[in-house]
């Protein structure tokens, strides 16, 4: 309290000290005003004098006098206005004070102007009316105004500052007193503190005798590091873990024990300690040398102690033996999880999907409704496995992706098409607006359809009833940029929020209720930052939100190579947003294609890229469909290109239909499962022999829903066991093998040695499992499919691809 108590004792001076000296400074400012008054009277008189000299004589000097009294005075005006800053009373009469000068000196100055032109008598004359006198009595009554309260004003400091200063020497007085008590007090103090030292000491020594006994009952490894870098003091731990001695690492180098500096330079500077502060303090997973020379893992905590000698370190080693064993049991967990959640679900979903796709006949709209809701809640079911997974994934560091360069538009329209059940159930519109050209990427497709997936269905989640839900793929504003962006019409984002929406677990306040993890945005984030891209959102003008994710784009060669590969159908519709509904029922069957909107469009593209088949609107604006029909056939030849018509109506007769060898007419408004059929039977790949295909998977509902799926595509061989595989590959060469990785006894890839033909040519392999991946351990098979991803369109486009793949190779 001592200490507080001078504190305020020189404060409370301080601020006398500060009053008086303000107090004085505001008395000798008066005194100076008055001087100022006092010197513009004199100047305005001298000025008058002048004036009427000059009058009289015509003295030049008197008139330049006169000149200079009249700057003076305005000097001195605007120097006491300066001075007078915050008095109303006295800036008002400075003011009168400006007006009678202003008046006075154009009052003289008239006059000098009349002795100049008219000459003395008239210049006397206008003297001697009295105005000049009754300005000069205003002019000396206001400077008397003022300085008469100037007087007032002084009398008043001067006394404060008396008054000030007889309180100062007071508080001095008692000030004096009062410290000759705290003295005092001080070495009465001063004798307790001798008194209580050796008490101190004594508890010092308790508490080192204290600390010690902690330090050698600590199981955990500690050694103590002097600035120099040498072992200064170990704990019994260290004996215990590895095996030294304490004499063994006396004063020896850190090293000997663990590299946790290494380089050159002083140890400090290698470990990374400035003033005090270590720049990283813990070590993951750090070899450590036990005395048998054997290394040994062990995390690695370093912390600081301050000592007259300098900063000592502190090193902790936590043996990671058990953690690393119960990481294990997690990961085992996981793949467990990989393995017995995703393959039935899959099995489920997949069969639903059959199901509502009519596979097995006909449903009443009551039971295509139930199949539908079961559909859509095995997705949001199998989304969130994934998202838990994934998640896990980021935080071990495995998170993997496959980069490839695809048309982002095909993505999209996949999204729109697996998301359509869902927007459809909650009585929401999805729709999907692609740009006609190619927005060609490098990325991993299934990576960014689940990017796509968690912004659609974070939309559909917060979009009410009878509300739109819009996708949208562009280039950016950038060259090298493409832009998907997803709107909805939800209630938008709340302000508290925004700044976390990015986080794990994160869930709006006042959607708590909704379901869902709060992991989906994180992971869309995670995986469009590792495509070195950005993702954010916006408020939309009315109402919703609008999220946007941007991707490096790029047009190479090999990605046209792609395309004439994959895109097998060109669509040429008049109306794009039919074009888009005919894509999007297309790609649910696993099939590519590319949208043109005009006949010659589709002439380009048909002689750049060579596609299979046609879907020709009859409706063309720049061109008779009918003509480009006939010359593509003729060109194409009825072997390499199917034309299929889409129309408005029936326009032709029977005969000219059979003139074309069409695949099949169809009218708008279009049957979709009509379209399926007809596509299914026009590719030219599809007229080939059906390839015949081996499934290995240890799940029975997994082999017979794919069987179903593919039925009329591929004649499917299925097997649950590598022996039965085998077995069969004996009888029959396969031109496809599906691969589960995970079975009862060993993996899939135990297979890839026998899969080769008589002549030595691998057979191609897609791997089909529930389990992540590494991609260094798939180098010899041609694509992989995870189930939980990727739809049955998904396989019955890979496998045409696959197929279409080794036929070129073939020819080669």
Not at 358 to 387: F, K, M, S, T, Y
Request: net charge negative; with cysteine.
């Amino acid at each position: 309290m001592i200490p507080l108590l001078l504190a305020s004792t020189l404060t409370w001076l301080q601020s006398e000290y500060d009053r008086w000296e303000t107090l004085r400074l505001e008395a000798l400012a008066s005194n100076s005003r008055r001087n100022q008054v006092s010197d513009l009277l004199s100047i305005m008189r001298s000025a008058e004098t002048s004036q009427r000299g000059y009058a009289i004589s015509g003295d030049e000097a008197l008139r330049a006098r006169f000149v200079e009294g009249e700057r003076a005075t305005r000097r001195l005006l605007r120097e006491l206005h300066r001075a007078y800053g915050g008095d109303v009373v006295q800036q008002a009469k400075l003011s009168d004070l400006d007006q009678t000068a202003d008046a006075k000196f154009a009052e003289m100055e008239e006059v000098i102007h009349l002795r100049d032109t008219q000459g003395t008598a008239v210049a006397l004359g206008r003297i001697s009316d009295g105005q000049g006198q009754r300005l000069m009595a205003r002019f000396e009554q206001l400077a008397g105004q003022l300085m008469q309260r100037e007087i007032a004003t002084g009398a008043q400091r001067v006394q404060a500052v008396q008054a000030r200063s007889a309180t100062i020497q007071r508080a001095m007085w008692i000030i004096l007193a009062i410290g000759s008590i705290v003295l005092a007090v001080m070495l009465w103090l001063l004798w307790r503190q001798r008194q209580a030292q050796y008490r101190i000491a004594l508890a010092s020594y308790d508490a080192a005798k204290r600390n010690q006994a902690i330090l050698n009952g600590t199981a955990d490894p500690i050694l103590i590091i002097n600035p120099s870098g040498t072992i200064e003091m170990i704990n019994p731990a260290v004996t215990r873990t590895l095996g030294y001695e304490g004499h063994e690492l006396d004063r020896r180098d850190i090293s000997v024990v663990t590299d946790i500096a290494p380089g050159s330079g002083s140890f400090h500077e290698r470990v990374g300690l400035i003033d005090g502060v270590l720049k990283v303090s813990f070590f993951h997973e750090q070899l450590v040398r036990d005395r048998s020379g054997k290394m040994i893992p062990f995390d690695i905590a370093l912390g600081t102690m301050r000592l007259p000698d300098g900063d000592h370190l502190v090193m902790s080693l936590r043996d990671i033996t058990e953690r690393r064993r119960l990481d294990q049991q997690k990961n085992d967990l996981i793949s467990s999880v990989s393995h017995e959640l995703r393959t039935p679900l899959t099995s489920i979903i997949g069969a639903l999907s059959l199901l509502n796709a009519e596979a097995g006949g006909e449903l009443p709209e009551g039971a295509r409704e139930l199949v539908g809701i079961a559909e859509n809640n095995g997705r949001r079911l199998i989304r969130l496995i994934n998202d838990m997974l994934d998640v896990d994934r980021i935080e071990a560091g495995r998170f993997q992706m496959s980069m490839a360069q695809v048309d982002l538009r095909d993505i999209a329209l996949r999204a729109c098409e697996n998301f359509d059940g869902l927007a459809r159930s909650q009585g929401a519109a999805l729709t999907c607006h692609v740009p006609e050209a190619p927005v060609i990427v490098e990325v991993d497709d299934d990576r960014i359809l689940q990017v796509i997936g968690n912004l659609v269905s974070n939309a559909l989640k917060y979009t009410p009833g009878q509300g739109r839900v819009q996708i949208t793929v562009r280039h950016g504003r950038h060259d090298g940029e493409a832009i998907v962006q997803v709107d909805d019409e939800g209630p938008g984002i709340a302000a508290e929020f925004r700044s976390r929406i990015f986080g794990r677990f994160e869930r709006a306040v006042e959607h708590e209720g909704t379901a869902g993890t709060g992991l989906g945005l994180a992971i869309a984030q995670e995986i469009v930052s590792r495509h070195g891209g950005k993702i954010w959102f916006e408020d939309l003008p009315k109402a919703g939100t609008r999220f946007v994710f941007s991707l490096p784009a790029s047009v190479s060669a090999t990605v046209a190579d792609d395309l004439d590969l994959e895109t097998s159908i060109l669509i040429c519709e008049s109306d794009p947003q039919v074009g888009l509904s005919l894509q999007s029922a297309l790609a649910s069957e696993g099939y590519a294609s590319h949208l043109v909107t005009n006949a010659m469009a589709a002439r380009d593209a048909i002689a750049e890229h060579g596609y299979t088949m046609l879907l020709l609107d009859m409706a063309l604006e720049d061109a008779n469909a009918f003509e480009i029909a006939r010359d593509l056939r003729q060109q194409a030849g009825p072997d390499s290109l199917s034309i299929l018509v889409v129309s408005p109506q029936d326009l032709e007769a029977p005969t000219t239909r059979l003139s074309l060898d069409l695949v099949d007419w169809i009218e708008k408004p279009v049957d979709v499962l009509r379209l399926k059929a007809a596509v299914s039977a026009g590719v030219p790949l599809n007229r080939r022999e059906q390839p015949t295909v081996l499934h290995l998977d240890d799940d029975q509902d997994t082999l017979d829903v794919t069987a179903m799926a593919l039925a009329g595509e591929a004649e499917i061989f299925k097997a649950r066991s590598l022996e039965q595989a085998r077995t069969l590959l004996a009888r029959r060469q396969p031109d496809l093998v599906i691969l589960d990785y995970h079975l009862e006894h060993g993996t899939g890839l135990d297979l890839l040695p026998d899969l080769f033909t008589a002549d030595g040519i691998a057979i191609p392999v897609i791997i089909y499992s529930a389990q992540d991946l590494r991609f260094d351990d798939l180098t010899p098979v041609d694509a992989v499919l995870l189930k939980s991803r990727a739809s049955m369109p998904d396989l019955k486009a890979t496998i045409r691809r696959v197929i279409a793949e080794r036929h070129v190779r073939l020819r080669l």
